[in-house]
């Protein structure tokens, strides 16, 4: 997908960040096929019992690409792993969006299921059709704990989305709507020897103006800032 100069995709984040994958509250259905039926069918809220999931586990038998997302995204490490050693291209499927396994665990925080992923050979850096790594999405919904695994993974850094958009964009936009650790993410991003902070969006801001504009922790961005010192030298 192509955004036009100028396009500000956070914007759309704030007006449409309801319908983007982040785990098992997102309103986001995911692809229109078997997996849409499904979802469907989910209660919105509430933790769901041992029998809940393993009926829908018994639902999606059959379609084991459908399933191994479900899976990621739903924390059922022993089906990750079942599904994968009964075939191990699996981790590389996808939905319509592009959305891998590892995505979907990165959004959800489940770093087991993210580390038994990369163990079965997924790429750490895959790409949505927006142009959206892993990494993106961790940073978005403030998985610190994920982030951290997939950055000494060798997840890109500074990768940018379509829309221009790094990690570090996505965690300091808007912190204060999602999870009390959201500083933290931001926190481990500018301790990153090799972040690029300087990096624009299409619509030209960098994640230190965004920050700037939409959230509370904007003076975290003190650490990759230029020391002015202030020792006179002799």
């Given at each position: 997908?192509?955004?036009?100069e100028?396009?500000?995709?956070?914007?759309l984040l704030n007006?449409h960040?309801?319908?983007?994958?982040?785990?098992?509250?997102?309103?986001?259905?995911?692809?229109?096929?078997?997996?849409?039926?499904?979802?469907?069918?989910e209660?919105?809220?509430?933790?769901?019992?041992?029998e809940?999931?393993l009926?829908?586990?018994?639902?999606?038998?059959?379609k084991?690409?459908?399933?191994?997302?479900w899976?990621?995204?739903?924390?059922?490490?022993a089906?990750?792993?079942?599904?994968?050693?009964?075939d191990?291209l699996?981790?590389h499927?996808?939905?319509?969006?592009?959305?891998?396994?590892?995505?979907?665990a990165?959004?959800?925080?489940?770093?087991?299921?993210?580390?038994?992923?990369?163990?079965?050979?997924?790429?750490?850096?895959?790409?949505?059709?927006?142009?959206?790594?892993?990494l993106h999405?961790?940073c978005?919904?403030?998985?610190?704990?994920v982030?951290?695994?997939?950055?000494q993974?060798g997840?890109e850094?500074?990768?940018?989305?379509n829309?221009g958009l790094?990690p570090?964009?996505?965690?300091?936009?808007?912190?204060?709507?999602?999870?009390?650790d959201?500083p933290h993410?931001?926190?481990?991003?500018?301790?990153?020897?090799?972040?690029?902070?300087?990096?624009c969006?299409?619509?030209?801001?960098?994640?230190?103006?965004v920050?700037?504009?939409?959230?509370?922790?904007?003076?975290?961005?003190?650490?990759?800032?230029?020391?002015v010192?202030?020792?006179?030298?002799?």
């Amino acid at each position: 997908m192509e955004f036009p100069e100028g396009f500000n995709q956070l914007e759309l984040l704030n007006t449409h960040g309801h319908l983007i994958p982040r785990g098992a509250s997102s309103l986001w259905t995911g692809s229109k096929d078997e997996e849409e039926e499904v979802e469907e069918e989910e209660e919105e809220e509430g933790d769901h019992s041992e029998e809940w999931y393993l009926e829908k586990e018994e639902t999606l038998k059959d379609k084991p690409k459908v399933l191994i997302l479900w899976a990621a995204e739903n924390q059922r490490l022993a089906t990750v792993h079942r599904l994968l050693t009964a075939d191990p291209l699996l981790v590389h499927c996808c939905d319509e969006d592009g959305y891998t396994p590892l995505h979907r665990a990165a959004y959800s925080g489940h770093v087991d299921v993210v580390s038994a992923l990369i163990a079965g050979g997924s790429k750490v850096n895959p790409r949505t059709i927006d142009g959206w790594t892993p990494l993106h999405s961790a940073c978005r919904w403030s998985r610190v704990t994920v982030a951290s695994f997939l950055l000494q993974h060798g997840a890109e850094l500074n990768a940018q989305t379509n829309g221009g958009l790094t990690p570090l964009h996505l965690a300091a936009s808007d912190t204060t709507a999602f999870r009390s650790d959201s500083p933290h993410t931001l926190e481990l991003l500018l301790s990153q020897r090799h972040l690029k902070p300087e990096l624009c969006s299409s619509s030209g801001e960098t994640a230190s103006e965004v920050s700037r504009r939409t959230g509370p922790h904007h003076a975290l961005f003190e650490m990759v800032e230029d020391c002015v010192n202030v020792v006179p030298s002799h």
